[in-house]
């Protein structure tokens, strides 16, 4: 018998005994059994935050970046062998290709979050805070990593996407984890951490992994250290209560099963494409991953005049999808997971049934095509009906975590938003309708309680990742029985990892700290120009002081002959009362543009090329007569890595372009993006 192993501390263990014995969803065949008992979880978290982190809170976000995408594109290059162990949760082609791709995929969209961070180990937040008249004394933020570990307890229904969607975010902030998948389906996330550790993208202990119970492992959790939950909100309740989780004030974020809804809009009456589109989606939140995901459709609300129409258009379209061994052709809808799942599921259905009406589905009688029916964990999808969902409401509390729906009838919009709100926060709703007005009504009137809301209609649908996914660059969480968390949500979910700590000092202090200049901080002056040295020899803060340049009337008829720009301010002195304008003003864009022939070195050198412009400002008008000048300083300086052998060595530096006049004052103010060589590392 296969034993299933837990990764610790730099080996692969096994618990005392069996905890667990696995089974194969679809042909009820013994896969085999695992443990994690008498693992020592108070050694395996200090492993974590000693060895794992070591590293890790040293690189800066643009290795960890660059780590977690080889580490992406490793597992691409690999994963169809994943597919046959995903079949033995029950899941069908598409189910697996949603958990290993949309895992993997996880892993290359917070790769690409290191451009949204300094070259650092550490971010720098926000803006600079001025805190004293002359400028002397400023704040700002910082946000370092934790120096604990992440411990992620998850559910059976993703055994690949709920790892890698969590540990994505983690590792870019720097923390290690420790990865606790549901002890039912952990086969397959333990198949695919053999891989990650055997090729050691990773840094030692930044992962480990329990298969067993686990049971202990948040005993010893502290107050660097974060936890997080998937999976049923009663289970959640308890570990969110546990003693040392409020003793030490440790970061919990909990994602619930939660009863979401879809609402067809009052305008997509049958014969419209969003009609169509409506019942096709809701068929396939049904059905795809047999209704087990945190996200699947629970509460079908439609118009109260259309819903027969919509009973009739779910049931044939549930009638024509197959149910059985996901390797026999046209089947489109696998086993629940477990039989214990069954179980569960069926004891939510019979307490449904006492409130309202199976209108399509039957607990016994179903077809199952290429498997046998008893020794599988299959289960009929299941529609009910409310005709009462104000009074009966069971359909608002009790959740089904399998195929199973319930279709109920609205009388206007503001019903609409009343009954989704009844299942007291859901991690998603959607709305289906082709008026703009009616969807702006719903998700303004609704979001309060909703994590994410999808807009479908004819326009997007070609494109729409669909209601149940959760996209990594989008938070997902929601308020109330959904747990109130957060994960994901791009940079937002990597600043959950990070502790915020606000810091004040003297300009040029700040500026050493978070390596990036900071308006008021020492300027020492550039010798030679910046634009002659390399990448590695340029310092933050070195500033080339201009020439000057006074600006002409020419200068303005000049430019707006050039650029096309003839506003009245520019132009037309007589238009200018009752404007902030004293005289002709020059164009801003010919101050920023002057401002470029000042401080530009034109010979040949490091500088390949700017490619932007951030955070212009036109501070203060510039009239004929006005003298300005450039403090041209080096900002920020952000490495970039090689995409060939090929690629010229190079990194992108951020200068502030400071533009003042005769008066010392800024006029205009701007940070330009340039790529700049690096020494060749070859010589």
């Not at 001025?130 to 059976?156: D, Q, R, T, Y």
């Not at 570990?239 to 997509?268: C, Q, R, Y």
């Not at 005769?662 to 020494?679: H, N, P, R, Y």
Request: glycine share 10%; with cysteine; charged share 25%.
């Amino acid at each position: 018998m296969r034993r299933y192993q837990n990764y610790v501390m730099g080996s692969w263990l096994d618990g005392k005994g069996v905890e667990t014995s696995l089974f194969n969803a679809i042909t009820g065949e013994a896969l085999g059994e695992v443990s994690a008992d008498g693992i020592d979880y108070e050694a395996v978290l200090h492993y974590g935050r000693t060895k794992g982190a070591e590293k890790l809170r040293k690189m800066t976000f643009q290795e960890r970046g660059r780590m977690i995408k080889a580490l992406a594109l490793h597992l691409t290059s690999i994963k169809n062998k994943y597919y046959e162990v995903s079949s033995w949760t029950g899941a069908t082609k598409i189910d697996s290709w949603i958990d290993i791709e949309g895992g993997i995929g996880n892993l290359f969209a917070n790769a690409s979050l290191r451009r949204q961070f300094p070259d650092l180990p550490y971010n720098v937040d926000g803006v600079t805070a001025p805190l004293s008249k002359n400028g002397s004394f400023i704040g700002h933020h910082i946000m370092v990593p934790k120096e604990g570990v992440a411990v992620h307890i998850n559910a059976f229904n993703f055994p690949i996407w709920g790892m890698l969607e969590k540990i994505a975010v983690n590792l870019m902030a720097g923390v290690p984890a420790v990865v606790k998948p549901s002890e039912y389906t952990c086969y397959l996330t333990e198949v695919m951490v053999r891989d990650i550790i055997d090729s050691k993208i990773l840094p030692e202990g930044s992962l480990q992994l329990i298969c067993g119970l686990g049971r202990g492992i948040i005993d010893h959790v502290g107050n660097q250290d974060v936890v997080t939950f998937t999976g049923s909100a009663a289970t959640g309740k308890i570990l969110k209560s546990h003693p040392k989780i409020l003793e030490e004030s440790v970061m919990f974020n909990m994602e619930a099963d939660s009863l979401n809804a879809t609402i067809l809009g009052e305008k997509a009456v049958p014969g419209t494409e969003e009609f169509d589109l409506f019942i096709k989606e809701t068929v396939k939140e049904i059905t795809i991953k047999a209704g087990q995901k945190c996200t699947a459709v629970r509460r079908i609300i439609v118009p109260e005049n259309l819903i027969e129409e919509v009973q009739k258009g779910i049931s044939k379209r549930l009638a024509s999808t197959k149910i059985g061994d996901p390797s026999f052709d046209g089947v489109r809808m696998g086993a629940l997971a477990t039989k214990i799942q069954v179980d569960r599921v069926m004891d939510s259905v019979n307490q449904l049934s006492e409130s309202q009406e199976i209108v399509y589905g039957d607990l016994e009688k179903f077809e199952v095509h290429g498997a046998n029916k008893e020794k599988g964990a299959f289960f009929s999808p299941i529609l009910f009906r409310n005709n009462d969902p104000f009074n009966k409401t069971a359909v608002h509390e009790i959740e089904a975590f399998g195929p199973v729906s319930t279709i109920m009838p609205y009388k206007n919009m503001d019903d609409a938003i009343a009954l989704s709100k009844l299942g007291k926060g859901s991690l998603v709703s959607s709305i289906v309708t082709p008026d703009n007005q009616e969807a702006k009504d719903y998700v303004i009137g609704a979001a309060s309680l909703h994590g994410r809301i999808l807009v479908l209609n004819k326009d997007c649908a070609k494109e729409s990742t669909g209601h149940g996914s959760p996209m990594p660059l989008l938070t997902h969480g929601g308020p109330g029985r959904a747990g109130g968390g957060e994960e994901m949500g791009g940079k937002r979910g990597v600043l959950h990892y990070l502790q915020r700590t606000a810091i004040q000092g003297h300009p040029t202090t700040i500026s050493k700290i978070t390596e990036q200049f900071q308006y008021g901080a020492d300027m020492p002056e550039a010798n030679p120009h910046v634009f002659r040295k390399m990448f590695e020899e340029l310092e933050i803060g070195e500033t080339v002081f201009t020439h000057k340049h006074t600006v002409t009337e020419s200068d303005i008829v000049n430019f707006a002959n050039v650029s096309g720009d003839n506003f009245y301010a520019h132009m037309d002195v007589t238009s200018l009362d009752e404007t902030i304008f004293e005289q002709r003003v020059a164009h801003g864009y010919f101050i920023l543009s002057k401002a470029a022939g000042l401080f530009v070195d034109p010979k040949k050198g490091p500088v390949l090329l700017n490619y932007g412009i951030d955070e212009a400002r036109f501070v203060k008008p510039v009239y004929p007569g006005a003298t300005i000048g450039v403090r041209f300083t080096v900002k920020e300086k952000i490495d970039q890595e090689k995409r060939s052998e090929e690629d010229i060595a190079k990194g992108i530096v951020k200068f502030l372009v400071d533009v003042y006049d005769e008066t010392g004052e800024t006029v205009a103010l701007a940070t330009i993006l340039t790529m700049v060589k690096k020494i060749d590392q070859s010589l």
